[in-house]
């Protein structure tokens, strides 16, 4: 498939969430451990403790605590935005092997790497997907939010998959220096993701349950 240009970093990390402000939860005692954040930067810490890369989800979404606060919807496309622009840079990475092989002598790493393009690039199709989605999102609590974010965690659960398969070609392929680039990279970059979607998760079960809440009164 074809892949676009990777986007610019300074787009994904800053214009995506100063440029399309969307609807989001009560961020006030917004609590993902039992314990009150104290300000923007605990906050992002308690919330990464629910991911499985909890250092690495603080040292990616630290740097825009001021933009995040205490938001859990900002906090959530804001790992989007970081996991997009890892998987697009991964996707460009691959490309550019790919053609180097394609006029080498082994076609196992050449059919490996076209394959783990796909894959990569049907994941950044897919997290961006999910990000346009964020960017979208009607209020918290209603049925059309519930959908929206239902969209995202199938997206975010589809690009990890996709990563995730990029590298089984490799298997075939011997041990050498570009297949440990590749490997390495892609298991980065599923972190990332997989981060991502942890804490579109923790939103969304936040705003299932004050749609649940409504219902009750």
């Given at each position: 498939?074809?892949?676009?240009?990777?986007?610019?970093?300074?787009?994904?990390?800053?214009?995506?969430?100063?440029?399309?402000?969307?609807?989001?939860?009560?961020?006030?005692?917004?609590?993902?451990?039992?314990?009150?954040?104290?300000?923007?930067?605990?906050?992002?810490?308690?919330?990464?403790?629910?991911?499985?890369?909890?250092?690495?989800?603080?040292?990616?979404?630290?740097?825009?605590?001021?933009?995040?606060?205490?938001d859990?919807?900002?906090?959530?496309?804001t790992?989007?935005?970081?996991?997009?622009?890892?998987?697009?840079?991964?996707?460009?990475?691959v490309?550019?092997l790919?053609?180097?092989?394609?006029?080498?002598?082994?076609?196992?790493?050449?059919?490996?790497?076209?394959?783990?393009?796909?894959?990569?690039?049907?994941?950044?199709?897919?997290?961006?997907?999910?990000?346009?989605?964020?960017?979208?999102?009607?209020?918290?609590?209603?049925?059309?939010?519930?959908?929206?974010?239902?969209?995202?965690?199938?997206?975010m659960?589809?690009?990890?998959?996709?990563?995730?398969?990029?590298?089984?070609?490799?298997?075939?392929?011997?041990?050498?220096?570009?297949?440990?680039?590749?490997?390495?990279?892609a298991?980065?970059?599923?972190?990332?993701?997989?981060?991502?979607?942890?804490?579109?998760?923790?939103?969304?079960?936040?705003?299932?349950?004050?749609?649940?809440?409504?219902?009750?009164?």
């Amino acid at each position: 498939m074809n892949i676009k240009h990777p986007l610019s970093p300074l787009f994904l990390t800053f214009l995506f969430f100063y440029l399309h402000p969307i609807p989001t939860l009560c961020s006030v005692n917004y609590d993902a451990n039992t314990t009150t954040p104290s300000n923007a930067t605990d906050f992002i810490r308690i919330s990464c403790s629910a991911t499985l890369y909890p250092d690495l989800c603080f040292a990616s979404l630290s740097g825009y605590a001021n933009a995040i606060q205490q938001d859990p919807a900002r906090l959530a496309r804001t790992a989007i935005g970081v996991s997009l622009s890892r998987a697009s840079h991964m996707a460009a990475f691959v490309s550019n092997l790919s053609r180097e092989a394609d006029y080498g002598a082994d076609p196992r790493a050449s059919s490996a790497l076209h394959d783990c393009f796909s894959n990569m690039g049907d994941a950044v199709d897919e997290i961006r997907g999910s990000l346009n989605e964020m960017r979208r999102l009607v209020n918290p609590g209603s049925e059309s939010f519930r959908f929206q974010m239902g969209n995202v965690q199938t997206w975010m659960s589809a690009a990890l998959t996709d990563e995730e398969t990029c590298t089984d070609g490799f298997e075939d392929v011997g041990d050498g220096p570009m297949k440990t680039a590749v490997c390495e990279r892609a298991a980065n970059v599923k972190k990332f993701t997989s981060n991502a979607l942890a804490l579109a998760n923790s939103y969304a079960e936040k705003g299932t349950h004050k749609l649940l809440n409504e219902k009750n009164v």
